[in-house]
């Protein structure tokens, strides 16, 4: 994943047993920490934080 890419994502809605996801949202990303394997996402004009685990590659963004 690089910045620019278009992904899909899910939240976490309900940390019970079982753990409940959102839908699928698509978003732009914005930070990817290999290390942390923590993504940042635009979507709808905001930030959001999410665990790489939760995140697919939608499309990529043009390479130069």
Same mark, same amino acid.
């Given at each position: 994943?690089?910045?620019?890419?278009?992904?899909?994502?899910?939240?976490?809605?309900?940390?019970?047993?079982? !753990?409940? %996801?959102?839908?699928?949202?698509?978003?732009?990303?914005?930070? %990817?920490?290999?290390?942390?394997?923590?993504? !940042?996402?635009? %979507?709808?004009?905001?930030?959001?934080?999410?665990?790489?685990?939760?995140? /697919?590659?939608?499309? /990529?963004?043009?390479? !130069?």
């Amino acid at each position: 994943m690089r910045v620019g890419d278009l992904v899909r994502f899910r939240e976490i809605v309900f940390h019970g047993d079982p !753990t409940q %996801y959102s839908d699928w949202k698509i978003g732009l990303l914005k930070e %990817y920490r290999s290390w942390e394997k923590i993504a !940042t996402i635009l %979507y709808k004009g905001k930030d959001h934080r999410v665990r790489a685990s939760l995140i /697919q590659i939608h499309k /990529q963004a043009k390479r !130069t």
